[in-house]
């Protein structure tokens, strides 16, 4: 029965910290346009904005470490460890404390002999682990303190990190505490969660490596890891270095990127694409219009009458988040790729679920991509342009492929088995002068407007130019043959 209430009790969190993570997004996307608003630069108020985007992170990073302990607790961490250099890697993440121990006095250091040192690490855990040992040593660290990070090489094969600060230290007699979850050291008078050591300990675990912590004057944690890759299963190992701006989880800290994707005119509605979000989130849905509506048009549904919509539209690519009132986001998601007036849409999944197990699910039901919140709106804008630049790509082929796309080659399904059926139905009705567009889209099964969109979507042109270029492309081949 207690194992039961626990199981429940973690649920619970794992659910809230969900939710917390849609009204972050919005925080940290609005705090980004702040940032870039020329208007703000250069003024006082430019670092007030920076601060809450500072904290706001901060409070996303303790969202996830919520998310994190569940995942420990149920054991569904898989390590995805790649030949690093740790040096690199730490300057890396130092970066991101350079500021505040520049304006508190601290001397900040990273001591190493061998720049070139490999490890095998996963990027994504052991960033965490840094995280949580430099956020410590920062927040018991007094101003105009030391804190230093010291990469060793040892004769037994091993690499020790050792991370030392100024600060108040552990108690001696807690010492073999500071790792269990939930423990608060009896000198702390600080906020804390109590699981941010307990993580960074079960992380440095999946390496097969080891941390302790030493605490005669100020505190000392040590990381000790293993040179190569004998120690890992070949499962645990990935050969392309993942790099920390690419983890979707965080919003990357290089806002200027948005201002590189921005417009400097509107385009005319004629030229747009069209957009449907598909979100039940009013903030978001507010903020996503804004941010798009100079690019797309953009159309909008809470879940409730997504796939309604998404037929009656048929627009250029959907946005879709998971839970939703009515149908999830994988079900719309599948059975919008599953009919044949709607399976040429491009789906970005928007969703707070950012597991193994919910990105699996999403990509089994058809979408084209999946991200997390927070989100980057800059990311988000770039994944948009790949996908319908991926689309142009698709258009191409099928207006210069007119007999020769097959339902089995290389471009996939739906839309292969569609133009493979249209082109057909058209060539045995080419010499028919009533042949019609109602005629073609009732013996494919939509309505003409849904063809007209569809064919419209795929090749860019209307069904009745393509029609004809059908009819003058067999005339010209009937000419080649005489």
Known sequence: MRLKVIAAKLSFFTGLSHEFKTPITLIMSYVESLIENDKIKGTALIDEVKLIHKNSNRLLRLINQ???????????????????????????????????????????????????????????LMDKVYFNLLSNA???TPDNGKITISIIESSDNSVKIHFKDSGIGIPENELSNVFNPFFRASNNNKNSSGIGLHLSKEFVLLHKGNIELKSKQGGEFVITLLKGNEHLQPSEII???????????????????????????????????????????????????????????????????AIEKALEIIPDIIICDINLVDKDGYEISKELKKDLRSSHIPIIILTAQSNKEAVLKGLQSGVDLYLTKPFSLSILKQSILSLLFNREKLRYYYTNNIYRVEPESKFGNQEQTFITKMNSIIMANVENPKFSVEELADKLGVSRVQLYRKVKAIIGINISDHINNVKLEKVCRAFKVK
Not at 91 to 109: C, H, P, S, T, Y
């Open 138 to 140: 920062f927040k018991f």
């Open 239 to 305: 050969q392309k270095v993942e790099n920390l701006s690419s983890i979707p989880s965080l919003i990357t800290d290089n806002l200027e990127l948005e201002s590189e994707l921005k417009d400097l005119n509107a385009i005319a509605d004629s030229e747009k694409h069209s957009l449907l979000i598909i979100e039940d989130n009013a903030d978001l849905v507010t903020f996503l219009k804004a941010k798009l509506s100079n690019e797309y048009i953009v159309n909008i549904s809470d879940g409730s009458d």
């Open 66 to 124: 919520l998310l994190d302990f569940r995942k420990i607790e149920e054991q569904k961490f898989t390590l995805r460890a790649s030949n690093t250099k740790i040096y690199d890697f730490t300057n890396e993440v130092m970066l991101n404390f350079k500021g505040e121990a520049a304006r508190r006095n601290i001397d900040f250091q990273l001591i190493c002999k061998n720049k070139n040192l490999d490890l095998f690490i996963d990027r994504n």
